[in-house]
């Protein structure tokens, strides 16, 4: 079955050596994404002290963000918000930012509503709150 990496241009440079997504047959394999700014380091929607630590952060700003980089990445693939077929949460502080992530999310998902898991970490590799893990059904495009 052939293998295809895909880099999509309107979606922030992968902190690590991994492409944006891996399309495998008909399933699109979408590496962690997160809320940072193409084109820059910029996380929306966060204030960092001078050590680099998270002195506040506004959850609701990160996940539009990130909403924006994952729907970047499934155009650049060919896929489209609608194929998204199971998606993982990673976020720092589930007591904190799941009530206004899972508003956001009933608003971005009104119509397909994929599989979710929902987890609560202690870090991400950047300073950030939220990452998304995504699969997307491409079928033969």
């Known amino acids: 079955m052939p293998v295809e990496n895909i880099h999509a241009g309107g979606a922030p440079d992968p902190?690590?050596?991994y492409p944006h997504a891996k399309?495998?047959?008909?399933l699109l394999f979408l590496s962690g994404v997160g809320?940072?700014?193409?084109?820059?380091?910029?996380?929306p929607g966060v204030t960092l002290g001078t050590d680099g630590s998270i002195l506040n952060y506004d959850i609701e700003v990160q996940c539009h963000s990130v909403f924006q980089n994952v729907r970047s990445i499934l155009e650049a693939s060919g896929a489209r918000?609608?194929?998204l077929v199971d998606v993982t949460v990673y976020l720092t502080s589930m007591k904190n930012d799941?009530?206004?992530?899972?508003?956001?999310w009933s608003e971005y998902f009104k119509e397909n509503q994929p599989c979710r898991t929902t987890l609560?970490?202690?870090a991400l590799p950047t300073p950030?709150?939220?990452e998304l893990k995504c699969i997307a059904w491409v079928g033969d495009r």
Do not use: C, H, M, T
């Not at 399309?23 to 008909?26: A, D, E, L, N």
């Not at 809320?35 to 996380?43: N, V």
């Not at 799941?98 to 956001?104: G, I």
């Open 81 to 83: 918000w609608e194929d």
């Open 128 to 130: 950030i709150a939220i």
């Open 120 to 122: 609560e970490i202690n």
């Open 15 to 17: 902190v690590g050596a």
């Open 23 to 26: 399309r495998v047959g008909s």
């Open 35 to 43: 809320p940072r700014k193409k084109g820059s380091k910029e996380i």
């Open 98 to 104: 799941f009530p206004v992530f899972n508003k956001l």
